[in-house]
Every structure is written in C-alpha cells, then in structure tokens.
C-alpha cells in the first residue's frame, strides 16, 4: 500500500511505524497529538511548512524498500 496526501497521518503510521520517524525528520513532532487523528498529511503540510509530494514520495520510497 501507498501513503496518499489525503490520508490521515494516523493512518500512515499504522501502514507502518518507521513512517514515524520520516514524518518526525520532516519537522512534524507532535505525532502523538489529537490532530495526528484527524488531519490528512496535506493539511499537516501546510500547517508546517512542509511540500506534501515531496513527503508523500519519502513515505512512499521507504514503504517500497519494505
């Protein structure tokens, strides 16, 4: 399965949990808050600052090296 800019990030994470340590280096550090529940990656993106293809792409490469 692929990460999407339109799934939550909880849902990236249960794909698989190395997920976490990306979404982390990527500057999103408040994983285990509400949010991560109920806001898609895009709209984390923004909020942080960060391009959602370029870290749907490094979520996506690490779930294919799987």
Do not use: F, R
Not at 31 to 42: Q, R, S, W
Request: aromatic share 2%; with cysteine; hydrophobic share 45%.
């Amino acid at each position: 399965m692929q990460a999407t800019k339109d799934m939550l990030i909880q849902q990236v994470i249960e794909l698989d949990e190395g997920t976490a340590e990306i979404l982390m280096d990527a500057g999103m550090h408040c994983l285990g808050c509400a949010m991560a529940h109920g806001e898609t990656i895009e709209q984390a993106c923004a909020v942080h600052g960060i391009n959602p293809d370029t870290l749907v792409g490094d979520i996506n490469k690490y779930l294919a090296a799987k």
